[in-house]
């Protein structure tokens, strides 16, 4: 299959869903493409750039005008121009989970769980806790308890502070003695890996045929480029988050996770750079193009 056919295939299986979600994938654009690069631009660039997933203007305003009534985006005017970024909570959001979208699965784990006690918070508080913790991989242990072997301690902690609970909340360590089968049998509890499993091997399936393309010698143009990074990692980051990202002591056999990884990983290295072309071409801030992406960006997947 050619890498044309293939690119051409994930925008059609995109369009053909009983739901055409513009808000999301313009959400993978900002924290993909736009955030490292200055985070800023104007509306109309974002209009032609969506015009590759089969989505009109009219669409690319509205669902641009809930982004900023949900808080994600703020607009400034130039002229008549509208020019948009993320806000600071929009911000602080892309930065956390660019941190599981980018980064290396578990390959290391000391046996110890880290647990989040809500019985001193007020229901409104718990359900918000039990949310925003969600999207770190915490699952339910108990009624009042949340767990995660490895979480990120640095995103746990900005997630607290952001919700106003990081000083009526308990965090407790504690260290696995014994008892592997029962950990894993815990772990089937707290989360639906079964699921993540089945669409971690739906994802490999989809994107597979333009990852097999290209490692032909096949090169896509620029602008298919950018619409097979955009779809990569606005798929990608669906799963994940879902996925708990536990280690791999506590995965069932086979976890479909790693293969889904290295596709990724492998398929983003080899588009990146033509598809950063392309924004060079057509996104535009008040101050001209886009600046080149920031240092950090390099170091996703392991380095580009």
């Known amino acids: 299959m050619s890498v044309q056919r293939a690119c051409q ?16 994938l313009i959400t993978t654009v900002f924290g993909d493409a736009i955030a490292p690069r200055g985070g800023t631009v104007w509306l109309g660039s974002l209009i032609r750039a969506m015009a590759g997933f089969g989505i009109n203007e009219r669409l690319v305003r509205t669902s641009v005008f809930r982004l900023a009534k949900d808080g994600w985006l703020q607009s400034r005017q130039a002229g008549r121009r509208s020019y948009y970024s993320l806000t600071d909570e929009g911000r602080e959001r892309f930065e956390l989970a660019t941190h599981r979208i980018y980064g ?35 699952g ?9 072997p490895t979480p990120d301690l640095g995103d746990l902690d900005v997630t607290l502070r952001r919700l106003g609970v990081d000083d009526a909340l308990v965090v407790l360590s504690g260290q696995t003695m ?6 894993r049998a815990l772990a089937h509890s707290c989360w639906n890996l079964d699921d993540i499993d089945r669409r971690y091997e739906d994802f490999v399936q989809r994107f597979r045929p333009v990852y097999k393309a290209l490692s032909g010698g096949a090169r896509p143009t620029a602008v298919e480029a950018f619409i097979i990074r955009t779809l990569l990692i606005q798929e990608y980051r669906k799963i994940l988050l879902r996925d708990p990202w536990l280690p791999a002591e506590l995965l069932p056999a086979g976890w479909h996770g790693s293969s889904a990884y290295q596709l990724c990983r492998n398929l983003y290295r080899d588009v990146h750079e033509q ?9 535009e801030t008040a101050d001209g193009p886009l600046p080149p992406p920031s240092p950090a960006f390099r170091q996703r997947f392991g380095g580009l």
């Open 275 to 283: 598809a950063d072309n392309w924004l060079d071409e057509v996104m």
């Open 9 to 24: 295939q994930l925008v059609e299986e995109f369009r053909s869903r009983p739901t055409l979600r513009a808000g999301s």
């Open 104 to 138: 290396a699965p578990v390959d290391h784990w000391d046996g110890k769980w880290h647990l989040l006690l809500l019985a001193g918070l007020d229901t409104a508080d718990k359900e918000a806790v039990r949310k925003e913790c969600g999207w770190l991989g915490f």
């Open 140 to 148: 339910t242990l108990a009624a009042d308890v949340l767990a995660h």
């Open 178 to 183: 014994r008892g592997d089968q029962a950990m």
